[in-house]
C-alpha cells in the first residue's frame, strides 16, 4: 500500500474551472503538508503548505486539511492554461524535514 | 543568487561505469537531499544531509553513497551504475528553521544506463 496516493490523473479541467486534486497519507504523524507544482521537464516548486485543520487560501489556490481522515486536498479556482502541470502532495512526518511525496496528479487545462 | 545547481544535466552511462552528480546551493541551507524520480512514481529519496558533517539514508538508497562536502555542496556517487539507475535525479536543500520549511529543487540529472 503507497503511504501517500492521489487521485489518478490525467485530470482535464475546462479554462476557468475548479480543479480538485485530492490526497490520503498513511502515517498519523504528519503534521505538515506540502503541494508542488512540476512542469513537464522542470523541477517542482512549492505552491502552498499547510499545517493545521481546516483551509488555507492564497490567491486562486486553496489547500484543505482534515488530519483525522488524513486528507489533504488542493483546489485551483478560475484554472488558467498555466496551471497545467503535475500536482505532488508531500506530508512531512520527520523532524529533519523529510518529505514523502506522492506519484502525482497531471492537470491540463483546456481552453 | 543562483539557487540549487547540479551538474551534469544529462548523462549516459555503460553498465558498470561510476561517476558523482554534483548539487551546490547558495542560501545557506543546512538539510539537502537527492532523490530519483521515474515515471508514475514520484520522488523517492536517496540520502540526505540535515547539517553540514551528517548523512543518512533515505528509501532507495542501494547503489548509491553521497559526500556532504561543505554547508554548501552535497555530491551523489554510482560506484557502478546499473540501468535500474536510469532516472531523473533532483537535488534538493532547504532550511530546517524556517516556519515553511520549503524544499528547493535543482533543475534535475537525466541519467540513462545502458
Known amino acids: 500500500q503507497k503511504e501517500v496516493e492521489q487521485n489518478s490523473g490525467p485530470l482535464s479541467v475546462p479554462e476557468g474551472a475548479i480543479a480538485s486534486l485530492n490526497c490520503t497519507y498513511s502515517?498519523?504523524?504528519?503534521?505538515?503538508f506540502f503541494w508542488y507544482r512540476q512542469y513537464s521537464g522542470k523541477s517542482p516548486e512549492l505552491i502552498m503548505s499547510i499545517y493545521s485543520n481546516g483551509d488555507k487560501e492564497d490567491g486562486r489556490f486553496t489547500a484543505q486539511l482534515n488530519k483525522a481522515s488524513q486528507y489533504v486536498s488542493l483546489l485551483i479556482r478560475d484554472s488558467q492554461p498555466s496551471d497545467s502541470a503535475t500536482y505532488l502532495c508531500a506530508p512531512r512526518a520527520d523532524s529533519w524535514g523529510k518529505l514523502q511525496f506522492g506519484a502525482g496528479t497531471q492537470v491540463v487545462v483546456t481552453p | 543568487n543562483a539557487g540549487v545547481t547540479q551538474t551534469p544535466k544529462f548523462q549516459v552511462l555503460k553498465t558498470g561505469q561510476s561517476m558523482t552528480l554534483q548539487c551546490a546551493q547558495d542560501m545557506n541551507h543546512n538539510s539537502m537531499y537527492w532523490y530519483r524520480q521515474d515515471p508514475g512514481m514520484g520522488l523517492r529519496l536517496i540520502y540526505y544531509?540535515?547539517?553540514?558533517?551528517?548523512?543518512d539514508k533515505g528509501e532507495v538508497p542501494n547503489g548509491y553513497n553521497v559526500s556532504r562536502l561543505n554547508k554548501r555542496e552535497f555530491s551523489l556517487r554510482l560506484e557502478s551504475a546499473a540501468p535500474s539507475q536510469t532516472s531523473v535525479y533532483f537535488c534538493?536543500?532547504?532550511?530546517?528553521?524556517?516556519?515553511?520549511?520549503?524544499?528547493?529543487f535543482g533543475p534535475g540529472t537525466r541519467l540513462t544506463v545502458l
Open positions: 534538493a536543500s532547504s532550511h530546517r528553521d524556517r516556519t515553511t520549511d520549503e524544499q528547493f
Open positions: 502515517d498519523r504523524v504528519s503534521q505538515s
Open positions: 544531509s540535515a547539517s553540514e558533517g551528517t548523512t
